[in-house]
């Protein structure tokens, strides 16, 4: 179906989307990914959400297409909510849909009937939700983990193969043919053996999927879930009118709706057969000018669950509990201009909405979301929620505190971290075995999070090692040493005195990029020899920054042992410099790639370690902005000049791309180097700008992928795909977590907000004029000629600030405190104790 939008409601638990034409899907990636009502349009399986409202012989429904001729539809993609309204001369009805703030697994759907006649009217409104569950079962062309070179060989002879097709292909619609037959035919094949009963119980109806004999038990590693939950819709408002499970005799066989409810149930049914749907039918009176509200909860969980939730949500007003939850949950921030102000608003949101819980790992993920999840079915890669959750610990510090135990419990007692997960805790290799660059962006993570924070208590934590049934656990510490030693025993140091890159690093296509322009690349001996810039220089900032924290946590031999590692990388970074930047990585057998092609992904890296003299700095800076930055009207571009056998793939959409996660530290170094430049870049990023340049395409208006189409691309502002017929990402452009964290990092940086071991150093742009930005964890704010803020941390002790400032005044908690200068730095101490905010002011 052409012109499909859609919207993200989600709580710490649920996940749904929202779609313009006016049904919700829920997700639920508990057990492994799943969608219990999924959306085959081709197969009018349109997942529900909406209702259909009977007066007479007339039938108006909250779903777009069956709108009646000169009505008014409006929909409203809302922070935290789905509002549609209809109204016509008689009626009018708004329905609202939304997660409710927390970790409840529901959706609460409110519906408000007005009257709008001279008469009174006895209508009939039918609350429908499809059952329609798919869970993902795309197997892999790799093992589990297995160090294995097959899945990058496949990938790259099929590239060779499709690359020059591509060029004369044009995308279909949502979803890509390909994509859509792997996904609408496995929602048969992975429900093979499940069986299907539906239940009625009071006010409430249920479709239980289950297996009658699942080959392993609950808690055990599974490629599918055995024992999904079962899916449920309850009225808030009392008895109902009538119910129906039966997708037959509510729909006929054109899927219009015949608005019977005879109260069928279904028993042992096969799953991958059955024709179930879920509606409650509720009948009401109204008087001239009078409205009256239907409250209900769809969603999934048992009996016990179900009951807790109609207790609670009949207790309170859901909707309005829940926004002002959300309103108050989100950061207040005034920086730059409104629309900036307002979408970092947005964005935070967005950032704590697509957070999923997971059963097998008990804490919390924010994946990337978009294609990688919600079409392949599959967390990866593990690097990811590593960068989605720092702007995290400033915006909600438990969230992400959850997303470092569940990448900490994906560790073996090796220290390695898979690619990704997929299935019930089943590691997942995708086409990298063998990533390099895990731990370092764990390092990273953990420090700043325990320096952000003052939580060094979570250093002492006892977590599991992969897999759990093993019984094996680990302090944090624990697991960061297991991933320190991986690093330099496994990944390795190669024959340049540069971290090497086995399958990938960063950029997982990197070598199936390579080897389309040279088939007969020896991967093999990359993944032997192979070495990696963009490691090295990504470690040259890590390691200092992780050391401090060690340092500051008794383990001083280690952060020596740290330090000298570093020393050593950036003796061998230097060495890459060409005279114009540095090169991208080594192949083994002597070539070094990069000397003639400007890879984006290293520099900042090579900027924000420390390691380049002024000189160097600027003009590195300089060639950035003018090859890459100024390239683009988003963000700069990844890859300058392109190759040519990159270019036949639709413009080299992907390779050229415009990527979220590298231009957050580019913004970052920018500040370090050319503030002007950050503050440009950083506006050219958000949804505003990509409105503004590519207004003719919702890719990037209100979310986005992770990256997009350069301006040489076959279709620029939009977003890549892989194959003339299969989109990729692409098929599921928006709801990637790198759109929204993305953003939140660079402003944090621009901010100047930067944790240390023993506190914080703040040094806000100037470029930011007067601005104010305050999150769950930190308040900062600049007016004027006065600079203050404050904090809220989770640990106690002596917290150091050094703020870049001209004042000459120090207040602490409104009392004026000595203070030490520093350069151009102010540097005061305060106490802290646990969860009691700090406030600080220089003027």
């Not at 591509?166 to 093979?192: C, I, Q, Y």
């Not at 231009?663 to 050219?684: G, H, S």
């Amino acid at each position: 179906m052409a012109n499909e939008h859609w919207h993200l409601l989600g709580n710490d638990r649920i996940v749904a989307l929202a779609m313009n034409h006016g049904n919700v899907v829920i997700y639920s990636g508990e057990r492994g990914a799943k969608w219990y009502n999924y959306y085959q349009p081709r197969k009018r399986r349109l997942s529900g959400g909406y209702g259909f409202l009977k007066d007479g012989e007339t039938v108006l429904s909250t779903w777009y297409e069956q709108r009646p001729p000169g009505s008014e539809f409006k929909r409203i993609f809302g922070a935290g909510y789905y509002t549609k309204s209809l109204e016509t001369a008689d009626l009018k009805i708004e329905q609202t849909v939304l997660a409710p703030f927390g970790d409840d697994p529901c959706l609460v759907s409110r519906v408000t009937i007005e009257n709008l006649s001279d008469r009174g009217r006895d209508l009939e409104w039918f609350e429908f939700w499809d059952v329609n569950m798919l869970q993902f079962t795309m197997d892999e062309v790799s093992g589990e983990s297995g160090r294995t070179r097959s899945s990058l060989q496949f990938i790259s002879k099929v590239m060779i193969l499709l690359n020059r097709l591509a060029a004369k292909a044009d995308h279909p619609t949502f979803l890509s043919r390909v994509a859509a037959k792997m996904l609408e035919g496995g929602a048969s094949k992975n429900l093979k053996g499940f069986l299907l009963d539906t239940e009625h119980r009071g006010d409430a109806i249920l479709a239980r999927i289950y297996h009658p004999s699942p080959p392993v038990a609950k808690n055990e590693i599974a490629k599918v879930d055995y024992y999904p939950e079962p899916m449920f819709l309850v009225s808030l408002d009392g008895p109902i009118s009538g119910f129906e499970t039966r997708r037959a005799v509510f729909f006929d066989r054109k899927g219009d709706p015949r608005l019977r409810t005879e109260g069928g149930l279904i028993e042992e049914a096969r799953a991958n057969q059955a024709n179930a749907c879920l509606v409650i039918k509720q009948s009401i009176r109204l008087e001239p000018r009078q409205a009256k509200t239907l409250t209900f909860l769809a969603g999934y969980g048992d009996a016990t669950t179900l009951e807790a939730l109609q207790a609670k949500y009949r207790r309170l007003d859901p909707v309005r509990e829940s926004l002002s939850a959300w309103s108050q949950a989100l950061p207040r921030v005034s920086v730059l201009n409104e629309w900036v102000s307002r979408e970092m608003r947005w964005n935070a949101y967005y950032l704590k909405a697509l957070a999923t819980y997971d059963e097998y790992f008990n804490a919390c993920i924010i994946s990337q979301s978009c294609s990688y999840q919600y079409v392949l079915g599959m967390n990866i890669a593990a690097r990811d929620p590593l960068q989605h959750m720092l702007p995290m610990i400033y915006l909600h510090p438990p969230l992400a505190k959850e997303v470092l135990r569940y990448t900490l419990s994906e560790m073996d007692q090796r220290g390695f971290i898979p690619y990704g997960i997929k299935g019930v805790g089943r590691r997942t290799a995708g086409a990298t075995p063998f990533p390099s660059d895990t731990n370092l962006y764990l390092m990273l993570a953990a420090t700043e999070y325990v320096q952000a924070t003052r939580d060094f208590a979570f250093l002492e934590e006892e977590l599991p090692f992969y897999p759990r049934d093993r019984g094996e656990s680990g302090t944090v510490l624990e697991h960061l040493r297991r991933g320190w030693e991986h690093l330099f025993r496994d990944v390795g140091i190669g024959e340049h005195g540069l971290l090497k890159l086995r399958n990938s690093d960063w950029n997982d296509g990197f070598l199936v990029g390579l080897q389309t322009g040279e088939p007969g690349l020896d991967l093999a001996l990359v993944e032997e020899k192979g070495e990696s810039v963009l490691n090295t220089a990504l470690a040259t900032y890590v390691l200092p920054y992780f050391a401090g924290m060690l340092e500051r946590a008794g383990e001083t031999g280690w952060a020596e042992e740290v330090r000298d590692q570093a020393d050593k990388l950036r003796e061998a970074l230097l060495k890459q410099w060409n005279g114009r930047w540095f090169n991208r990585a080594g192949l083994g057998d002597g070539r070094m790639v990069g000397q003639d092609h400007l890879y984006l992904d290293l520099q900042p890296w090579a900027i924000l370690g420390a390691n380049l003299e002024p000189e160097m700095e600027r003009a590195l800076t300089e060639t950035l902005w003018t090859e890459l930055s100024a390239q683009s009207p988003l963000g700069a571009i990844s890859l300058w000049p392109l190759p040519e056998h990159l270019q036949l793939m639709s413009g080299g959409g992907a390779w050229a791309g415009v990527w979220y996660s590298l231009n957050a530290p580019l913004i970052w170094a920018y500040a370090k180097v050319n503030p002007p430049y950050a503050v440009e870049q950083f506006e050219r990023l958000t949804f505003h700008r990509h409105a503004e340049a590519y207004p003719e395409t919702w890719i990037g208006m209100w979310s986005g992928p992770d990256a997009y189409n350069g301006p040489t691309a076959k279709r620029p502002g939009e977003t890549w795909d892989l194959f003339p017929y299969f989109g990729w990402m692409s098929d599921f452009p928006v709801m990637c977590s790198h759109a929204h964290a993305c953003p939140w990092f660079a402003l944090l940086k621009l901010a100047g907000i930067q944790p240390a071991a023993d506190g914080y150093v703040i040094a806000p742009l100037l470029g930011l004029g007067d601005f104010k930005i305050e999150t769950e964890l930190i308040h900062l704010y600049r007016k004027g000629n006065a600079l203050g803020g404050s904090l809220r941390p989770l640990g106690d002790g002596d917290v150091w600030f050094r703020v870049r400032s001209e004042g000459n005044q120090v207040e602490v908690g409104g009392r004026r405190v000595t203070f030490q200068r520093e350069g151009e730095f102010i540097v005061f101490p305060v106490h802290a104790q646990a969860m009691e905010p700090l406030d600080w002011k220089i003027d």
